[in-house]
């Protein structure tokens, strides 16, 4: 009878850890999905229109069936504009300029968007049209990805397949946690005096993480949320990506939702 006791309170003070514990999973598909990466910033004067213009590509026909859109906030405005950012990141700016020498540039700016690993001037003329002929590609990477929520903390597992040789050979995978229905007021920079309602904001980067011989990848990371993090408006997104060519091979995202929402 003691044991069964025991057991009966073992079971008690594991029962809220199980009740808590969620888990999401997804696989990529047989479309391409174009990722778009915005680099802005808080500070910078022209940065709302990018930003208001991206939130309405959906009213446009590009929806989340077409695109995942990575909005990384850069740090090298933060003395310049007499505004700190307080969603930049060094790890983020670092990622611009990979971009950029991918491209064979030299300068970065603000704001700046990237489809699919091309940098794209005049975004207003080109992004919808890059982003259409992305998604007639066939996808030359499979990803599948298991989320799994418990203490506060969320276990990413991915598994990533990648076809052709030149891929296999030079492709990476990263992992990223993004926001939406961000508020923050500033009150200095170019900006100052607006509300931000910032969306697809990056919270956190990981990567890059190699794949084997055969282009094959097994992932485990660990993310640990932080209290201001609203887990029911984020999502986790998988991009592959070929750091010779910088052409990104597929994205996958899954919106971390309630289920029973």
Known sequence: MRNIFISILWLLFLLPTVLSAQTWQAQSGERQLAVLELFTAEGCGLCPAAD???????????????????????????????WVD?????VFSDRQRQLAQINLYKTIYTPEFVVSG???????????????????????????MAVNEQNDELLINSQVAVKGKDNQQFSQVYIALIEDDIKNKVSGGDNAGKTFNHQNLVRTWLGPFSLDQDGKAEISTTVSMIDEWNRNKMSVVALVQNLDDGFVLQGLSIPLINKEN
């Open 118 to 144: 091309e940098v794209i001037h005049n975004y207003q003329k080109h992004v919808k049209k890059v982003i259409r002929a992305v998604n007639g590609f066939a996808p030359e990477a499979h990803i599948a």
């Open 52 to 82: 208001r213009w991206v939130h309405l590509l959906p009213q446009q026909g590009i929806t989340d069936e077409h695109v995942i859109v990575l909005g990384f906030h850069i740090d090298y405005l933060n003395d310049k504009k007499a």
């Open 86 to 90: 307080r969603f930049a990141s060094e």
